[in-house]
Structures are given as C-alpha cells and as structure tokens.
C-alpha cells in the first residue's frame, strides 16, 4: 500500500460532481429499438465521473446501439439511486450500501445486475503522520463517509471488527469532494472512501488503517426503475446495456493500461493513480448474478444497519431483485480477478 507521494494534498482532483443532467448522448442508426409509439427508445443511465460512460466509450461498446442513451452524472450512490425512485434515470450503478438505503426509504429501484470484485480500494484511511495505527485507534476520533455509500458500510464493519460502534466515534457525512477537503485540512482524522478516492491519497503519503477485505462483499450493482423494467422498450435496452458492461469489465481486465490512459483523462486523475486504481479495485471486477447468495449477502448489510438504527425498520432486500438478466453468469461468490496470478 505504500506509494511515492505527490507534492500536496491539495493538488488532488476532487472527482465527484453534483448531479449534471449532462444531456449527454450515444446512439446509432441501425435498426433502432422502439417504444410502443413507434419512437426510437432513450435510456436515461445514472453514472459517476469517470464511470460507465467513459468506460463503454474506451471498449467501443457504444458502437451500433439501437437505442440513446442519455447521461447524467451523480457525487455517489445514494442521490443516483434518488433519481431512479423519481424516474429521472432508467437505471445506474451503485455499490453494495446504497440500495439498502433506498430499500429503506421504500425507494421505487429493482437490483437488476451485479458484479464482485476486490474490497481493497474500501479503505478507511488516515492522512501521513497519523499517530493511528489500527481501527481500535479511532475511539473518539472524527471520520468522513458518505451517507448510505458503500464506505459506510465498511466503516461499520470495521469499527465492529474492533469492538467499536458508531457511537464511540465521530461521523461527519459528507461527500467525497468536501470529505477530500476535510482530509486534506485536518478537519478530520480518518476518511472511509472507496477507490479511486482511495488511490488517490496513498500517492500523497497517506495510507490504509484498515480495508474492507475480508468485512464488505466486494459486490456493486445496477439498479433499475420499475417503470423502466415494464417498459418493453426500455427493459430491451437495459438488457443490452448490461451485457455491453459485461463485456466492458473483460476488456479492462486485459488492458488495464490503455483504460488508465481513458480513465485518467476523463477525471482529471494522474495516470499512476488511475493504474493504481484499476489494478486494486476497478480491473478486478467480474460481471456476476444477482443470486440468492447476493441477497443473502446484501441482507446482512441491511440487517446491520437496522440494528444500529440507520435506517428506518427492517428490509427484505429480495423483494428488490429481478434476476431477469442473469443469463448463464457465475455465482455472485465467484472469486475477483487478481493481477499477477489469473492474467
């Protein structure tokens, strides 16, 4: 984990937007799919910077779409997984934490596809020169998250691994651009972010208290709106979708150098970050199903946060799958792909 540090902090590219209906399009002429009036089909698709946009573009999986796809870009999982609930986004991907918030909230979502990959970029990390040395170190002390993101979660777990809860130590909730500055000014002593957040700050002398190996599941989703899924159109062009993503993730895994590049410029990101980043967490991805391993998996989370009273009552996480499009992908147990050993 140990990395040769930039200059500053402060020089780090804070990578999260607001929400940006960019108004962004991709589409082709060929035989377009069509909704029921005879129009070609648009599919409003939630991202984050540097996320499934730029990486369907850098694998040529945009190519020869019969349908549009509308883009519009989001700070994390939780206000992305709002818009699906209003009907502004057919669907986007998310983390493992967001959809249980959304559950929660009896949000309108469907978990329609998954993926499992390396927990390592799940970090909570503290800033070079910390005094902290392990998770038990954090009693008492002030940590940055996003609200119902993957990280808050693993903060969770982490604080649980070392017989801590929520309450023994200080949470700020806040989003990763203003999370990075906190980090950066002091404001806080640890931050619980995911990559390539997590990539970022280890290049700058920062490191890792604790990972989310061996506590989160590793799994991210693609969540739907149930209007868009009864949709004939629509669910058509979400099948597609996904199986343009699978195919996506395959080609990362063999050419993690050439997505750097992409992903890099797309974000700001200093290419070593990036590579750093797709070689920890975003390379390692394998498309897998939504199973009942998944939901099993996936309740746990909800459980926990149930018991902690972090969200308001119980969740049956299954009754937010359609497993529609699994098709014949492994079990969402399948091991991540790892760099140096199964390229």
């Not at 804070?14 to 589409?27: E, F, R, V, Y």
């Not at 799919?33 to 910077?49: M, P, Y």
């Not at 897998?288 to 119980?314: C, M, R």
Request: glycine residues 10%; contains cysteine.
């Amino acid at each position: 984990m140990r990395r040769h540090s930039l200059p500053l902090l402060a020089t780090l590219v804070p990578l999260s937007l607001a929400l940006a209906a960019c108004g962004g399009s991709s589409a082709a002429d060929s035989g377009a799919a069509t909704a029921g009036s005879g129009a070609k089909v648009t599919l409003s698709v939630g991202d984050q910077k540097g996320g499934n946009e730029s990486l369907l573009k850098a694998a040529g999986e945009l190519e020869n779409l019969d349908y549009t796809i509308k883009w519009s870009t989001f700070t994390s999982g939780p206000p992305l997984l709002e818009a699906v609930n209003a009907k502004a986004v057919d669907i986007g991907g998310v983390g493992n934490t967001p959809p249980v918030f959304a559950a929660a909230a009896k949000s309108k979502i469907t978990v329609v596809a998954a993926t499992h990959g390396s927990s390592a970029g799940e970090a909570i990390l503290v800033p070079k020169g910390s005094a902290l040395r392990s998770a038990g170190d954090l009693r008492g002390k002030k940590i940055a998250v996003a609200q119902g993101s993957s990280a808050h979660f693993q903060l969770i777990a982490g604080l649980e691994q070392a017989g801590l809860g929520p309450t023994d130590v200080t949470i700020n909730f806040l989003q990763p651009a203003d999370a990075l500055a906190a980090f950066n000014s002091g404001s806080v002593d640890a931050w619980a972010v995911w990559d390539p957040y997590t990539s970022q700050v280890l290049r700058t002398g920062a490191r890792v208290l604790t990972s989310g190996e061996g506590l989160v599941n590793g799994l991210g989703f693609q969540v739907a709106a149930p209007a868009a899924l009864e949709d004939a159109g629509k669910s058509k062009a979400i099948g597609d979708y996904l199986k343009r993503l699978q195919r996506a993730q395959d080609w990362v895994f063999k050419h993690p150098e050439e997505w750097a590049k992409v992903w890099a410029k797309e974000t700001g990101l200093p290419y070593e970050v990036a590579l750093d980043a797709v070689k920890r967490s975003n390379g390692t991805r394998v498309p897998v199903a939504v199973d009942d391993a998944a939901v099993v998996s996936e309740q746990k989370i909800a459980d926990t946060f149930t018991e902690l009273k972090l969200i308001p009552g119980a969740v049956a996480f299954k009754d937010f799958v359609d497993p529609r499009f699994n098709g014949d992908l492994p079990p969402s147990t399948t091991a991540p792909r790892t760099y140096g050993k199964d390229s």
